[in-house]
């Protein structure tokens, strides 16, 4: 490093005199720099002195030189020798080139083309649905300018369309899912700040009674029909669940279910046709069901089942359609003299959550038969019929009951005196004999004629 430096300071002596080029060597290499001193006009007759000290752009004598004369150039014709000038010593502005304004619709098409089919089958048809309907007056609208504001005039326009706030909640899931793809495309910095989603709703669903559901299989008219009641209240299968239930799903011999494929209705093709389309159980979570005797029985009467022979088929012998269950379970509701819930069908699934938990089943295994991920959703299942309420209210009592205090006597009322007879003669108002007399002034009546009269004249 020492000689380094010598060597530095005798080449730069030497080359200061004659160029404002000069060589150094740094840990072994050789490089150039441009060196030189410049006066900066402030008004005096010499101006101040400053200094330009840089390595060459171009490491070679010849580029450097040119390097050379184009700065002092620069320093002629700009008082500085950092602007950028050509041959005729003009100033050159150097423009850099705008970055490419992408909108809210090239990033709701490009989410739609690379994260959505990524999802479950179910979901692409949701998320697509509301993008393509309730985004459309946003697709103009820049991403970098992209506020709260426009998020508002969407949640406007829903609720002026007579929609619920689940609606809402949904359009917000899907907006911020298109925006948080936005941010690791690199188009947006960050997500903009937004007001945040509707609460979920807690909404009890009224679920079948056990009469109910033995009403429902005496409807049954064949044994296709059966197998379905008995799959969805007495194994808690979804209705996509059964469309895909095949024959080497079942195991009689050790008398389980396993539920590893649903078959649900998919994204709008380019015919614009939504069509059913195999996929996996809401979750991606394949799970294993104990038989119940009645499906057992049942099941075994269609024995032997091929291995992709369709458990429960329509009356075509293919798989029922996105609405052929919900139209199946309408006439058999009626049939059967059934009340009318809301989901009908999904409520028989609500019957098999809440029958285990009467049964006094252990929540996390009730939680592992329907296929919830999570617990909380298990929760919603658990519905308490009013018998149930009736019970731990009569528990309650049974319970507080020594500890309660007595309850208050009655306040004293007026009662009948054996002596008063009620008018029936039909006189005024004001003549009538009174029907209720207090027993209490009868007896303050009777002590004072026993109390003794006091003798005149007794000292």
């Not at 078959?263 to 119940?292: A, F, M, Y």
């Not at 032997?304 to 029922?320: E, M």
């Not at 007595?406 to 009948?416: H, N």
């Not at 006189?427 to 002034?441: C, F, H, I, M, N």
Request: proline share 6%; with cysteine; charged share 30%.
């Amino acid at each position: 490093m020492a000689s380094d430096t010598k060597q530095n300071d005798a080449v730069e002596k030497k080359q200061r005199k004659s160029t404002g080029v000069r060589e150094e060597l740094r840990r072994g290499q050789r490089v150039l720099v441009i060196d030189f001193r410049y006066r900066i006009p402030d008004g005096s007759s010499k101006g101040k002195s400053a200094r330009y000290r840089h390595d060459a752009e171009v490491q070679t004598w010849q580029g450097a030189r040119t390097e050379y004369r184009r700065r002092l150039a620069a320093v002629a014709m700009t008082g500085s020798p950092h602007e950028i000038i050509d041959q005729t010593a003009r100033a050159q502005v150097v423009v850099e080139p705008e970055p490419p304004r992408v909108t809210f619709g090239d990033a709701s098409d490009e989410w739609s083309a690379d994260y959505v089919p990524t999802l479950k089958a179910s979901t692409q048809r949701s998320f697509l649905q509301v993008a393509g309907y309730r985004f459309s007056e946003l697709r103009g609208v820049p991403l970098m300018k992209f506020s709260a504001e426009h998020w508002r005039t969407v949640q406007a326009a829903i609720r002026n369309d007579g929609c619920c706030e689940a609606t809402v909640r949904a359009a917000g899931i899907v907006l911020r899912s298109i925006l948080r793809f936005a941010v690791e495309r690199k188009h947006l910095e960050r997500l903009p700040e937004l007001p945040p989603l509707p609460r979920k709703a807690d909404t009890e669903l009224v679920t079948y009674t056990d009469e109910e559901v033995r009403k429902l299989l005496g409807a049954c008219t064949c044994s296709r029909h059966r197998i379905a009641v008995l799959l969805i209240c007495y194994a808690g299968l979804r209705t996509s669940e059964i469309r895909g239930l095949r024959g080497c799903d079942i195991d009689l011999h050790t008398r389980t279910l396993r539920v590893r494929q649903a078959i649900t209705l998919g994204p709008k093709k380019l015919d614009g046709i939504s069509r059913l389309v195999k996929d996996k159980p809401k979750g991606r979570n394949e799970r294993t069901i104990p038989l119940h005797e009645e499906v057992y029985q049942e099941l075994l009467m269609l024995a032997p089942l091929g291995h992709d022979a369709l458990v429960c088929p329509n009356n075509q012998g293919k798989a029922w359609g996105h609405k052929g269950l919900y139209e199946f379970w309408t006439r058999l509701r009626k049939r059967a003299g059934v009340r009318k819930v809301a989901r009908p069908v999904h409520a028989g699934r609500h019957y098999f959550g809440t029958a285990l938990c009467r049964a006094r089943a252990n929540v996390r295994s009730v939680q592992k038969l329907l296929g919830h991920a999570n617990l909380n959703t298990t929760m919603r299942y658990v519905h308490a019929v009013d018998k149930d309420l009736e019970t731990a209210i009569g528990d309650l009592q049974a319970l507080t009951a020594p500890t309660l205090p007595p309850p208050p006597m009655p306040p004293t009322r007026p009662t009948l005196s054996a002596g008063a007879v009620p008018d029936t003669e039909g006189a005024a108002d004001s003549e009538r004999r009174p029907l209720l007399t207090v027993q209490a002034s009868n007896d303050s009546a009777a002590k004072s004629e026993r109390r003794p009269r006091r003798k005149v004249g007794a000292a």
